[in-house]
């Protein structure tokens, strides 16, 4: 206020001493600065208080938008280390898959050769038993055969008479002396 004094004192000496000419313009510009000047010093707290706190408000927003920016740009990040590293992971599983599938590729025809004469060495012991058990079956199917033809033959010999029969039995009894 002490200012505004000041100022319309030195203005009231320019004005006497005929140093500013007073017109219309002149007292409108003088009375639109005053007016300025009373209302930036009567109001001038409140606009700056709000002002100081529109800012603060922007500032806040601000801070807050750049920690949102901040944790996004983080986790932009951490995706993109977590997907370089999938992609990494793939290719390591690619490369073992590759090694896999040539080794077996390799090994599978060695593999199949084993697992063949593995069965086929199964197959040949099995014919084998096979073969052992049919030799044991007809040879006994062959004596029993033999034995009933023995006995047929004893009994067409003994029973019957037949002079064939005899003459056989006659027959075999000689040469069975020639040979003891």
């Not at 706190?53 to 993109?80: E, F, G, H, M, P």
């Not at 997907?83 to 073992?96: D, G, P």
């Not at 599938?101 to 050769?113: D, G, Q, T, V, W």
Request: charge should be positive; include cysteine; proline fraction near 1%.
């Amino acid at each position: 206020m002490f200012n505004f004094i000041i100022i319309n004192l030195i203005l009231l000496i320019l004005i006497f001493q005929k140093i500013l000419l007073l017109n219309e313009e002149t007292l409108i510009l003088i009375c639109f600065i005053s007016f300025c000047w009373i209302a930036y010093n009567k109001i001038g707290d409140s606009i700056t208080f709000g002002f100081k706190d529109d800012s603060s408000k922007i500032k806040n927003i601000l801070i807050d938008s750049l920690t949102q920016v901040a944790y996004n740009l983080n986790q932009y990040i951490i995706a993109n280390f977590k997907f370089a590293k999938l992609q990494t992971n793939f290719n390591e599983l690619k490369q073992h898959f590759i090694i896999l599938i040539s080794l077996a590729s390799i090994n599978f025809p060695k593999y199949s050769e084993q697992n063949i004469k593995l069965l086929y060495a199964r197959k040949l012991f099995y014919t084998w038993r096979l073969e052992q058990q049919t030799i044991k079956l007809i040879t006994a199917l062959i004596l029993k055969k033999i034995e009933k033809v023995a006995f047929t033959k004893q009994f067409c010999t003994q029973k019957l008479c037949l002079p064939y029969f005899k003459c056989l039995d006659k027959i075999i009894l000689r040469e069975y002396f020639e040979k003891v």
